[in-house]
């Protein structure tokens, strides 16, 4: 027996609103082949944390994407940031583009590629959530779906043979000409084969000339693409991915097949001086998330600000100029905004309708989700942090406490505090909480259930502002009693 017989007590009353906790959503996680890399240090799809300055440790990556995409963001860090927290999964090279991007993918019951990155929070006490895999989410592999642009050619004897040069060919189609009347009527597919981009169609043999055609590829989506929403729905993260960085159309197209509010495209590639003195293309993935570490640390650690509008350092150029103009929609720029791709700019001096008198600009705000609440990456990310921030704060209560007024109270209390405060510091506009009794009921309450809800509203991103320009009359009027009053002092 420890109470005193005769003597005082104290009782501890913990059932008290709890300090918000945060959690850091500016980790960074990449997944890509590095065929050099130190294997002891970094195994084949197993996450791993690196520190961007600890050179020692980088250097043991060797040359390649991952390498170069730790340049990249440490080259957009802030004033007195000194590095980036970086989960790394290195992937194994394939024999071909196809397939280093299906190591990429990797496997979800076997945790290989991406689905490595979940496992980050276990054995790294780190969870990555702003992701990229540079250089390998525009390319698109497709099929030849049809031949069009078809002229039959003359004097044909025999049907001749379909040749398919060209094109990036992962697998090479096969397709036979069909003869009518000495002239090529028609080619059916054999094999579609797999191309990155368009082959070109000729024709061989048969005793005659003249055929043509142009084939046309089926368009998919990007494995990595339509991978990574449920790897990043685990994550409560985003993903900058890379379009295709070719013309404006193949970006649109790629642009397509994406559908997820945590999926963020950006176009087109950076041109960067390599070590031998030559230009090198180099994905712009890397260089935004590297922005968006910056823009996190800027305001304290809280995601709920845009990248958009910010210089891109470390560059020579984008891998291709896209025009644009702050007050003409018809421009290259403002259409691939409109289809929320962000955009790498070119600055112009002395050009008031430039995004800038120089360097290099990125401007984007998009996610690629379907619903226009959660267009905003700002958004997406300010609510997980919202969410998050609760799953670390209210797990206190589980089971510790029994359902009663105050156990209620005190919850509540405690996310109309957190909440205060972010209201207070403008990361959101406004909110309410609260407990009703239509969302509860005594069965639930007698399992040990309740529930509270709240609403929040983000700051929605500043990216258009109208101007009404129009004459003032009312000036005219003060101009004519002015001289008036001369002309009567006068007399």
Partial sequence: MTEPTFGISFLADDNEP??????????????APSPQADATAFPLDTPVLVFSDQAATTAKLGPGPIYDALQAINGQLAELQIAAKVVVVRVAEGANPAATVA????????????????????????????ICAPGYTGLRFGGIDHFSNLQG?????????????????????????????????????????????????????????????????????????????????????????????TNRQEAVDWRETISSKRIIPVEPATKIMAADGSIAIKPLSPYVIGRAVRRDYEKGGFPFHSWANQPINGIVGPSRGIAFSLTDGATEGQDLLANNIGVLIRGEAGVETAI????????????????????????????????????????YYLGKFNITGQTVQSVLNTMEFALRDLKADQHVLGYTV??????NSPESLRLGKFTVRFQAEEPPVLRRLVIQSARYRPALDALLNDLLTQLELAA
């Fill in 18 to 31: 709890r300090p918000a906790v945060g959690s850091d959503l500016s980790v960074v996680g990449i997944v």
């Fill in 103 to 130: 190591n990429i993918v990797g496997d979800a019951n076997a945790k290989t590629g991406i689905h490595a990155l979940l496992d980050a929070g276990t054995i790294l006490g780190v969870v990555p959530r702003l």
């Fill in 153 to 245: 050619g003359e004097n044909y004897v025999a049907p001749p043979k379909v040749i398919l040069t060209g094109g990036l060919p992962v697998r090479t189609a096969q397709a036979t000409a069909k003869l009518t009347g000495g002239a090529v009527s028609g080619i059916s597919i054999e094999d579609p084969g797999e191309y990155l981009t368009q082959p070109v169609v000729s024709f061989e043999g048969g005793g005659g000339a003249g055929a043509a055609a142009t084939a046309v590829l089926e368009q998919l989506a990007n494995p990595i693409c339509t991978a990574l929403p449920a790897v990043l729905d685990k994550l409560l993260g985003v993903a900058v991915v890379d379009g295709p960085g």
């Fill in 356 to 395: 800038a008198d120089g360097g290099f600009v990125y401007v984007g705000t998009d996610t690629c989700a379907d619903d226009d609440l959660w267009r905003f990456y700002n958004v997406v990310r300010g609510r997980d942090y919202i969410h998050l921030m609760f799953l670390r704060t209210l797990r």
């Fill in 434 to 439: 609260g407990f009703t009794k239509d969302q």
